[in-house]
């Protein structure tokens, strides 16, 4: 799970899913709370406008009749409204109450405030309630409290949030439905250039992204990548001819080279010469299979040989190199043998994988001298197929597998045991041409050479 989470965090599209549904989330909350704060303003707006309404009125009754027109005022204002009863006290600066429909001041009411809400119990009613009040002095006569019940604005304030934070739970689901859904369109796009990537990588020229004609930036790179495919499938196909004809044109003059050499070999006579022709001749053999094991390598490096890619039965391609190899194996002391899982058929360019595995062989006989045991084995693996040819000779250090696996890499300085360097190098790219790879390992004791291969990773379909 915890590898999960970082694969997860590590992921652009998922990183991007993330960002967008935190965006609208915090949006679609920065939206409501500006709602619910503008209303619940608007709303406490009104109604300390209609107290002060009821305040200036009374105030202004004061001024021009003194306390006795404002008694009268007070009891009309109360007996004119019947749905919205205001909350009137008018009382002497004692305490005396001369006109209201309060008992008495309430002691949670400050003698002269601006605004304030208290619970307060007006006469007559069964109840307190919630209120918001003003108070004024009237000069040396008293204090008036005017005031409104706000009960029922509380409540509409208790609905307008509950409405909202239920907005908001409905908004979350729908914000991450919808970053779900522009995050799986993007990463079909991205997809489907991965894939036009992996089949090129694979040998298969013919894939090219969709255009959907948007002109958008996917649209964009979606034409980038074509020209630069069409560009990689011109500069393949030239390499092919290239190399066809360079091996043409080498492999010829190497050819009558080593004619000439025998022929020499043959018509002299002097000890001395005819053993000079045949370093030349050996070294002549040494570069010819040097130069096709080059262009083998160049060959399966450019994805040439895909199309001769045949259903092979891998249990019966290890016996054929087993009856090959034996008699070598045997005359030098080695006991070569094979195991592969039955039913195993696969698609795969027989010529180059037998050449490979042979190579394979042939560096178990000339390198592990102190073993006797060399096994070629075939396993399916999660990812495809696994061919592996383990000794139990001295084996290489993990540090120079590497250099193992270079062109020309020889482990050998001295030169001692023949080779070109290129044995491992034509392995490793039979193996990609395959969709895989070679991996040296311990055999504990001895190495072992495993190729990776993908069944259907080289085949090239048909155009319809």
């Known amino acids: 799970m915890e590898g999960l989470g970082r694969s997860l965090f590590r992921s652009t599209i998922a990183r991007f899913v993330a960002l967008l549904f935190l965006s609208q989330v915090a949006l679609?909350?920065?939206?409501?709370?500006?709602?619910?704060q503008s209303s619940e303003a608007t709303l406490r707006s009104e109604q300390?406008?209609?107290?002060?309404?009821?305040?200036?009125?009374?105030?202004?009754?004061?001024?021009e009749g003194g306390e006795r027109q404002l008694v009268r005022l007070v009891g009309v204002r109360l007996q004119a409204t019947e749905s919205e009863v205001p909350i009137?006290?008018?009382?002497r600066r004692d305490g005396t109450v001369l006109a209201g429909n309060l008992k008495a001041w309430p002691a949670v009411v400050p003698k002269e405030t601006s605004w304030t809400s208290a619970t307060l119990l007006r006469n007559n009613s069964g109840r307190a309630e919630l209120t918001g009040v003003i108070t004024?002095?009237?000069g040396n006569d008293g204090y008036l409290l005017t005031g409104h019940v706000i009960d029922a604005s509380v409540r509409l304030k208790n609905l307008n949030r509950e409405a909202m934070l239920g907005a908001l739970l409905l908004a979350i689901p729908l914000a991450l439905l919808l970053a779900l859904l522009l995050g799986r369109m993007i990463n079909l796009?991205?997809?489907?250039?991965?894939?036009?990537?992996?089949?090129?990588?694979?040998?298969?020229?013919?894939?090219?992204?969709?255009s959907d004609g948007s002109g958008d930036s996917f649209d964009a790179l979606g034409q980038g990548v074509n020209a630069m495919l069409d560009r990689i499938e011109m500069l393949v196909g030239e390499l092919r001819i290239v190399t066809d004809g360079l091996a043409h044109d080498l492999r010829s003059p190497i050819t009558r080279l080593k004619f000439t050499l025998e022929r020499a070999m043959i018509e002299t006579s002097d000890p001395v010469a005819l053993s000079a022709l045949e370093k030349v001749s050996a070294e002549a053999e040494t570069l010819l299979a040097m130069l096709s094991t080059a262009l083998q390598i160049t060959r399966a490096e450019a994805g040439i040989g895909r199309e001769r890619f045949v259903e092979t039965d891998i249990s019966a391609l290890l016996a054929d190199l087993v009856e090959i190899y034996g008699p070598i194996a045997e005359e030098q002391s080695f006991i070569l043998s094979s195991k592969a899982s039955a039913g195993l058929v696969v698609p795969v360019h027989r010529e180059l994988l037998s050449q490979a595995l042979g190579n394979l062989v042939e560096n178990a006989l000339k390198?592990?001298?102190?073993g006797r045991e060399i096994v070629l084995s075939a396993s399916t693996s999660p990812h495809g197929v696994e061919l592996s040819v383990a000794d139990n000779g001295v084996g290489i250090p993990a540090d120079r597998r590497a250099e193992a696996m270079r062109k020309f890499g020889r482990l050998d300085p001295a030169r001692h045991v023949a080779g070109s360097g290129l044995g491992l190098?034509?392995?490793?790219?039979?193996?990609?041409?395959?969709?895989?790879?070679?991996?040296?390992?311990?055999?504990a004791p001895g190495l072992v050479a495993t190729m990776s291969i993908q069944p259907n990773a080289g085949i090239v379909k048909p155009a319809e």
């Open 88 to 91: 009137i006290l008018l009382v």
């Open 367 to 370: 390198y592990a001298s102190e």
């Open 136 to 138: 004024t002095r009237l």
């Open 425 to 443: 190098a034509l392995v490793e790219a039979v193996a990609r041409l395959h969709g895989g790879r070679l991996e040296l390992g311990d055999n």
């Open 28 to 36: 679609t909350f920065g939206v409501l709370f500006f709602v619910r």
């Open 189 to 210: 796009r991205v997809r489907h250039i991965a894939e036009t990537a992996e089949a090129v990588g694979s040998g298969d020229f013919s894939h090219r992204v969709l």
């Open 48 to 63: 300390q406008e209609l107290v002060r309404g009821l305040r200036n009125d009374l105030v202004a009754a004061y001024r």
